[in-house]
């Protein structure tokens, strides 16, 4: 029997005024499962990934994580089982690198205490993971772009939540961060964790997702195994465009014509 699902949803539909979305939902992501989320721009990426994560109600349906609707979990409780990177991140206060990771520890230090080094090596960990060792002193403004987000995703590491939410995590990232993020997350799947993450690469999709969920903008959707659901034809309806799908060196490749 496989694991019970650590998130999922079920009749979840995704609104804005004048437009649904995304209609009837449903899903489970299950210990150990890395699932890209894939649609064109606008076709509702971003606000499914914040009603799973609660900052936003569902027009209809429901969510629940680890078994128990969403709803019911009180905010410091839910951040320890569920971390959310959003697209945009900023800055809440001027500090170093550290400080900002060291954000991520908060649903797991009491009120009115300090982090304790533990937590402190929880967070130096995290940077270690996402390449930035030595810049725990650096003043946040005084990073670029890319290694301000790759600070954001050390951050959600750090917290350590059983179920990851991630938008977009390869914004202003180089090629180089770019897959060394996606196999961060393959290994956090890989060891237990759930994942879900949006991309705009359905190559790298094919390549790193155990699922797909495939979202058109107009209500309708697609989840299932990446190898079947991830098609030529399938993407080439979403995105409106011609896509080929080509294989090199045992990896499956898309391409728009």
């Known amino acids: 029997m496989s ?4 998130l999922g949803c079920r009749g979840l539909d995704v609104a804005v005024p004048g437009r649904r979305l995304v209609a009837g939902l449903d899903l489970e992501v299950r210990p150990g ?10 076709a509702g990426k971003s606000l499914t990934l914040h009603t799973l994560a609660g900052l ?14 969403l709803a019911e979990w009180p905010r410091r409780e839910r951040a320890r089982r569920l971390g959310l990177l ?12 550290l400080d900002a990771v060291l954000v991520g520890r908060h649903p797991h230090v009491n009120l009115w205490q300090w982090e304790s080094a533990a937590d402190v090596e ?3 960990a995290a940077l270690a993971a996402c390449d930035l060792t030595g810049l725990e002193e650096r003043a946040i403004d005084t ?10 995703l050390a951050a959600v590491l750090a917290q350590d ?3 990851l939410l991630l938008d977009e995590p390869q914004n202003h990232l180089d090629p180089h961060h770019q897959l ?3 196999k961060l997350l393959r290994a956090r799947a890989d060891r237990g964790r759930a994942v879900i993450v949006s991309l705009h690469d359905p190559s790298l999709a094919a390549r790193f997702a155990d699922r797909v969920l495939l979202l058109h903008g107009d209500g309708r959707w697609a989840a299932g195994d990446t190898a079947t659901t991830l098609t030529a034809a399938v993407l080439g309806e979403m995105y409106r465009v011609a896509v080929t799908e080509i294989v090199v060196g045992g990896r499956r490749l898309f391409v728009s014509d």
């Not at 959003?86 to 690198?97: A, C, I, K, L, R």
């Open 180 to 182: 060394d993020v996606l």
């Open 33 to 42: 499962q890395l699932v890209c989320l894939l649609g064109a721009n606008g």
């Open 161 to 163: 939540p059983d179920v």
């Open 56 to 69: 936003r109600a569902p027009a209809e349906g429901s969510v629940w994580l680890c078994g128990r609707p």
């Open 3 to 6: 694991d019970p699902a650590l």
């Open 122 to 124: 929880v967070a130096r």
């Open 143 to 152: 990073l670029s772009g890319g290694e301000r987000r790759r600070v954001a």
């Open 86 to 97: 959003t697209q945009v991140s900023e800055d809440p206060f001027p500090g170093t690198v």
